[in-house]
């Protein structure tokens, strides 16, 4: 496989499971980033990962938990999440996390709560 | 900090028009701009990017895009429109906020092609 891999492709979950989204890059990528897409609104960056240490960001809600094992893969781990929440949720990897590097993206997870 | 602003949330053409897309920039700093399209259930490509130098870039598919400092403006245009470009455009600057240095969006143009 090349590119950014995403899994899986759609969920749906109640508002009291706990699910996670995994992202795989095999760029040889050090940066790797979360977004959530949702109808009408910008792509909203969630989570950014460099060299593995995360950047904390206290506007994202603490039922999205962010996992960055190794510099190829991410997990978003989710819990107790709110209709709201439902949305497309993109992956991407970059060389690194410079303002003038190029982002590469996944296909996404189409997140559905119920 | 960084952001764009993408004008018209929907553009429509016929086949073989001209396509122009509008983006405005707002950076501090020297920016770095970029373009990119997504297809229905798919994620973002990459069309084109402007870090440096030449303030015409090409990009993949025949598109274009001009950065003119003045006007604080990076437009993405195409001459001739095929039904294949009908597609969601987003226009981003390298930025930096609360989560991080990364690409930040617009909030994107949907374009429609006609037969």
């Known amino acids: 496989e090349t590119g950014v891999t995403q899994t899986p492709r759609h969920l749906v979950m109640g508002m009291t499971n706990k699910k996670s989204l995994k992202c795989e890059q095999h760029?040889?990528?050090?940066?790797m980033y979360w977004y959530k897409q949702s109808a009408k609104k910008p792509l909203e960056l969630m989570f950014v990962?460099?060299?593995?240490?995360?950047?904390e960001n206290n506007s994202v809600p603490s039922r999205f938990s962010p996992e960055c094992p190794n510099s190829s893969h991410l997990f978003l781990h989710l819990h107790t999440l709110q209709p709201e929440d439902s949305a497309l949720y993109l992956c991407a990897s970059s060389q690194d996390n410079a303002m003038n590097t190029e982002a590469f993206f996944g296909q996404g997870t189409r997140l559905t709560v119920v | 900090a960084q952001s764009v602003t993408q004008l018209g949330s929907h553009v429509s053409v016929s086949e073989g028009a001209l396509v122009l897309l509008r983006c405005n920039y707002s950076s501090s700093v020297p920016p770095y701009l970029f373009w990119y399209v997504q297809y229905p259930n798919q994620g973002l490509q990459l069309l084109l990017k402007?870090?440096?130098?030449?303030?015409l870039v090409k990009g993949i598919n025949g598109f274009e895009a001009e950065f003119k400092k003045s006007e604080t403006s990076f437009h993405l245009t195409k001459p001739s429109a095929h039904m294949s470009d009908a597609a969601e455009y987003f226009c981003?600057?390298?930025?930096?906020?609360?989560?991080?240095?990364?690409?930040?969006f617009g909030k994107g143009t949907t374009l429609s092609v006609s037969s």
């Open positions: 990962y460099s060299l593995e240490e995360r950047v």
């Open positions: 760029l040889g990528h050090n940066a």
């Open positions: 981003a600057v390298g930025g930096l906020n609360q989560a991080g240095t990364a690409l930040i």
């Open positions: 402007y870090t440096t130098g030449a303030t």
